[in-house]
């Protein structure tokens, strides 16, 4: 019989990802998502997938959706990675992030202990839980967290539930520890995307700058293509575990901004790179590294994409997408 597993946050960036590598391996994939009056289905379809998956309408912030979709499905796997991800807009919206990246887990989890109690549960943890700990050294599972956003604080309380209900009722809960991971469908909003969408349409003449923050940031930059099966390898384990899957390198928003300009035949990035205040935070986390040998030895898991040909392949995608526009 087919494995049965629910994806929420299918429209995102790492949904898709996800239930391809899944419908590869025969799974039947439910996808929840909200309603909306013009959903968008763009990032599956870039993936070619969007006619593949079955979608279950839902909202993390309504229990009684969740409740529904878990007793409806019946799924093997629940991947939850439904959340208001974007660190920037969380002070500004703290209140809804909170009821997204907290409570919404702990209504899912509450959803399969009383329907599906078997099924197994990976939570979209992040490396945002750990703050500035980067000073003592690279970050492990056994590093202290230290949230600096209401984001991170709202994905600590979902990474303890999690593991608070594997040892309350023997569920079967993982968390992911993920490091920064992209690609060409990562939002726009984040640095990355920002980048190399804001070089292909300097590249292109159609814009003439890129308004950023702090440049000096440093982040474990992978590739969600590759972190993906991770999360999977997590939930065919024996026993659920805690995992961080990182690349173990780290590099600044200045190292990404010359390859992706150099990418683009462009030499003197300075030119075009506006320093905005508004695109600083309230309360910065400067520097994040991974150690991954846990994921490495016990998943058997490594990362196959390297920094600069992330950089590149993101760059490639967005000039495709602007030449065909
Ligand atoms: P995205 O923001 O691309 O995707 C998140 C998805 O969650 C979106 O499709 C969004 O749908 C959906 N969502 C938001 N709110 C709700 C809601 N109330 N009910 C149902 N669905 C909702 O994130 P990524 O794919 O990049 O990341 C996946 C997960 O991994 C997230 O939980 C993120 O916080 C976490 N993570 C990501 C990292 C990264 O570097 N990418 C690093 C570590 C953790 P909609 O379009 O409706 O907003
Ligand atoms: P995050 O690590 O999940 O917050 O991912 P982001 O891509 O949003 O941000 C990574 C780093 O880039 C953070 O330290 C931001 O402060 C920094 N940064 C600098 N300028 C910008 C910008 O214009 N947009 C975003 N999103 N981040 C920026």
């Not at 099924?119 to 945002?128: D, G, I, L, P, V």
């Not at 050294?137 to 600096?148: A, K, S």
């Not at 000096?216 to 999977?232: H, I, P, Q, T």
């Not at 986390?285 to 016990?298: H, I, M, N, P, V």
Request: aromatic share 12%.
């Amino acid at each position: 019989m087919k494995k049965t597993a629910l994806i929420t946050g299918i429209i995102g960036q790492d949904g898709p990802y996800l239930a391809k590598m899944l419908l590869e391996k025969d799974y039947k994939v439910y996808g929840l998502i909200r309603r909306y009056t013009n959903p968008n289905f763009s990032n599956l379809d870039y993936l070619g997938i969007a006619d593949k998956i079955e979608y279950v309408s839902g909202d993390m912030t309504d229990e009684n959706s969740l409740t529904n979709i878990i007793k409806n499905v019946n799924p093997n796997e629940v991947y939850n990675l439904a959340a208001q991800s974007f660190v920037g807009a969380s002070w500004d919206q703290a209140k809804l992030t909170t009821e997204i990246n907290a409570l919404g887990v702990l209504y899912l989890l509450n959803a399969i202990k009383n329907f599906t109690p078997n099924a197994k549960f990976y939570q979209a943890s992040t490396s945002e839980m750990f703050g500035n700990s980067h000073k003592a050294g690279i970050q492990t599972e056994e590093t202290p967290f230290h949230p600096r956003s209401p984001y991170a604080i709202a994905k600590l309380y979902a990474y303890w539930m999690t593991i608070n209900f594997k040892e309350s009722y023997g569920m079967f809960c993982a968390n992911g520890i993920l490091f920064n991971h992209e690609s060409p469908i990562r939002g726009i909003e984040f640095v990355t995307r920002k980048i190399t969408d804001g070089v292909a349409r300097i590249k292109l003449g159609l814009a003439n700058e890129i308004r950023l923050g702090n440049l000096d940031s440093k982040r474990d930059w992978g590739f969600a293509g590759d972190y993906v099966e991770a999360m999977w390898l997590m939930l065919q384990q024996e026993k659920p575990d805690n995992y961080i899957v990182s690349t173990g390198e780290t590099h600044s928003i200045r190292d990404f901004l010359d390859i992706a300009f150099k990418h683009a035949g462009i030499n003197d990035w300075k030119k075009y790179v506006k320093l905005d205040p508004r695109f600083k935070r309230p309360a910065e986390l400067f520097t994040l590294q991974g150690k991954s040998d846990k994921a490495r030895k016990k998943l058997g898991w490594k990362p196959k994409v390297k920094f600069e040909e992330l950089v590149k392949m993101m760059m490639d995608a967005d000039m495709e997408r602007l030449i065909k526009k």
